[in-house]
C-alpha cells in the first residue's frame, strides 16, 4: 500500500468514521455483509466525492495575519469559549460584560483582516461572487479560506447573541435559579444553532420575565397602595 504524506485538513469526521469503517470491512471481504455496512460505504463514497481531503499545502496567506492561512489560524474559533463560559456560570460577575466581549472582537479583528487580505490577493481567476442564488454561495464555500471566513462569522455574532441573552435577561430581573434554568439552554441554542437559541429567548423566555416583571409591580403597587 502506498502512503501519502501531504499534509491533510479533514475536519469532516463522519467522513472519517465512516472511511475507518470501509477499512476494515475491506479486509474481510469487498462484497457487504449487511445492509448497514452497505450504507456506510454509500455514505462514505458519496462524501469522498463531494468533499474530497483538502491540502493544506495549497491554501493560500492570508497577508495582513502574518502569512498564517486558514488552517493555521483554525484554533482561533474557539477564542470565544472562555466568554460563553462566563456567560453561563458568572452572569452578574462585574467582568463578565467587559470579557465576554474579547472573544467576538478578536474573531471579528481576523474577520476583518482576512477579508481585506483575500481581496487585495485576488488575482481576478475566479467568478465574481453571487450572493443571490444557492448555487452561488455554495461554489463560495468550495474554498476553505472562505469556509474559515464564514465559520469566524458565525462564531463572533454567535458569541455577541449569547452575550446580549444574558445582559438582556439580568436587566429584565432574571434571578440565577431562572438563569440556569431558563437562560442556558437559549444559550446553549445560541451557540450551537445560532437562530433558534435567539428566537427561543425573543419569544418565550423574554415574555416570561416581562409577565413575571408585571406581576412583581403590581404587587408592589398594591402593596403600596
Not at 72 to 90: E, F, R, S
Not at 123 to 137: I, K, Q, R, T, Y
Request: net charge negative; charged share 15%.
Amino acid at each position: 500500500h502506498s502512503f501519502d504524506s501531504t499534509p491533510r485538513l479533514d475536519s469532516f469526521s463522519l467522513r472519517h468514521a465512516i472511511n475507518v469503517i470501509e477499512t476494515i470491512g475491506s479486509t474481510h471481504h469487498h462484497h457487504c455483509r449487511t445492509p448497514l455496512r452497505c450504507r456506510l460505504i454509500s455514505i462514505s463514497s458519496s462524501l469522498n466525492q463531494a468533499m474530497p481531503p483538502i491540502d493544506v499545502g495549497s491554501l493560500k496567506p492570508f497577508l495582513l495575519l502574518g502569512g498564517y492561512n486558514a488552517a493555521d489560524l483554525w484554533p482561533t474559533t474557539n477564542l470565544a469559549m472562555p466568554g460563553w463560559l462566563l456567560l453561563v456560570l458568572a452572569p452578574r460577575w462585574r467582568h463578565t460584560a467587559d470579557l465576554s466581549l474579547v472573544g467576538p472582537i478578536v474573531s471579528a479583528t481576523i474577520y476583518t483582516l482576512s477579508a481585506i487580505s483575500m481581496i487585495i490577493t485576488d488575482d481576478g481567476s475566479g467568478d465574481d461572487p453571487d450572493f443571490m442564488s444557492l448555487e452561488g454561495v455554495a461554489s463560495m464555500f468550495r474554498d476553505p479560506s472562505a469556509v474559515f471566513l464564514g465559520w469566524t462569522h458565525y462564531v463572533a455574532y454567535d458569541a455577541l447573541v449569547g452575550r446580549w441573552i444574558v445582559l438582556d435577561s439580568i436587566e429584565r430581573g432574571a434571578s440565577l435559579k431562572i438563569h440556569y434554568l431558563l437562560i442556558v439552554p437559549c444559550l446553549f441554542f445560541a451557540l450551537m444553532l445560532g437562530p433558534i437559541g435567539f428566537i427561543l429567548y425573543i419569544f418565550i423566555v423574554r415574555t416570561l420575565l416581562d409577565s413575571k416583571s408585571g406581576n412583581t409591580n403590581s404587587d408592589t403597587k398594591e402593596k403600596s397602595g
